[in-house]
């Protein structure tokens, strides 16, 4: 049986991924994954904000009453409170790198395009075999449209791509308006994969207090179905590597990311609730459902369900909702 894929242009002893988390904070939790079974890992998001908060710590102004950044960085964490300092990431890049035989993947959030293409050549330089941009942008201002947020991000990949030579995943939202159009102008500006997708986190407002309560939700398979649509439809247009990112937690899940043509399936909220064990669970009911369904190697069955391949396209476009909101009756 083989799992085995090439993700990025690194082959992978087989699909699944630990998503970027906590996980790669520490060493030993970073080999109980790879002892699971795990194909690669993503470290956490290094934040653009760390950076300058590191740079204010060190000039002795993180104290200033004044914040002159236009992001208004009173409003983000306490340097103290970041998991990992920007040095500290560096560091944990080489650390890993030592331990592990499984590929090692640098996440980046940032907003500038210095800070993008600095520290992508600096993880680069500390082992990372790969980088992962964290586009997570909430766009309040009217004056910038549509276009001018894709064509920033687009800037960003070109710079990083002729920076670095280690290949580069762009991690998305659902939110594009043209989807299949910004991840064919993705692949032209050097990006070797997409992530799908990025998980916005979405405040609650506490009624009697009178005030926006930020929370945090693990995912639930449920979340799977819109980055399923999604892999179909791309998969079927683009060669670049496809990573399902959020609401895969048992091996259905990651049949399905598969059958409509993930190249990995990226995991955090299982690993969280189950711990890494549950990991070579996966595989080993993989393997069963392979076997079971005659599939001997993992590239024969991914795109089997694609917006080219599949019995039904029209289930993964407009035809299929006017079908599904006719079929109510009261």
């Not at 204010?56 to 970041?82: C, H, I, Q, V």
Request: one cysteine or more.
């Amino acid at each position: 049986m083989n799992l085995e894929t090439t993700y990025l242009g690194l082959r992978l002893r087989n699909p699944l991924v630990v998503g970027a988390s906590p996980f790669c904070d520490n060493l030993d939790s970073a080999l109980q994954l790879q002892e699971a079974g795990a194909g690669a890992i993503v470290m956490r998001s290094l934040f653009e904000e760390q950076i300058v908060l590191e740079q204010r710590a060190l000039n002795r102004l993180t104290e200033e009453p004044a914040d002159t950044n236009p992001e208004g960085l009173s409003y983000f964490p306490n340097y103290e409170s970041y998991q990992l300092a920007p040095d500290q990431y560096l560091r944990q890049i080489v650390h890993l790198k030592s331990a592990l035989t499984i590929p090692v993947i640098a996440s980046l959030n940032g907003r500038t395009l210095g800070a993008w293409v600095d520290y992508g050549r600096q993880c680069e330089a500390c082992g990372a075999d790969a980088l992962e941009l964290n586009f997570y942008q909430l766009v309040t201002n009217p004056a910038f449209s549509a276009a001018q947020v894709e064509e920033q991000m687009l800037a960003v990949v070109r710079e990083v791509t002729k920076t670095v030579r280690i290949p580069v995943a762009v991690k998305l939202s659902p939110f594009h308006s043209a989807l299949p159009h910004f991840v064919a102008a993705l692949e032209q500006a050097g990006a070797s994969g997409v992530v799908l997708f990025n998980r916005f986190y979405q405040p609650d407002i506490d009624i009697e207090n009178l005030d926006a309560m930020p929370i945090i939700r693990l995912s639930d398979s449920s979340e799977l179905l819109l980055r399923l649509r999604w892999l179909a439809i791309l998969s079927a247009q683009t060669k670049l590597s496809l990573s399902s990112s959020g609401g895969a937690h048992n091996t259905q899940d990651v049949v399905k990311a598969l059958l409509t043509g993930a190249t990995t399936v990226q995991m955090v909220s299982v690993l969280l609730k189950h711990g890494p064990r549950i990991l070579s669970s996966i595989l080993h009911d993989l393997e069963a459902w392979m076997i079971k369904h005659e599939y001997s190697d993992i590239d024969e069955l991914r795109g089997a369900m694609n917006h080219s391949r599949c019995p039904d396209p029209a289930a993964y476009e407009r035809a299929n909702y006017q079908k599904i909101l006719q079929s109510w009756v009261i």
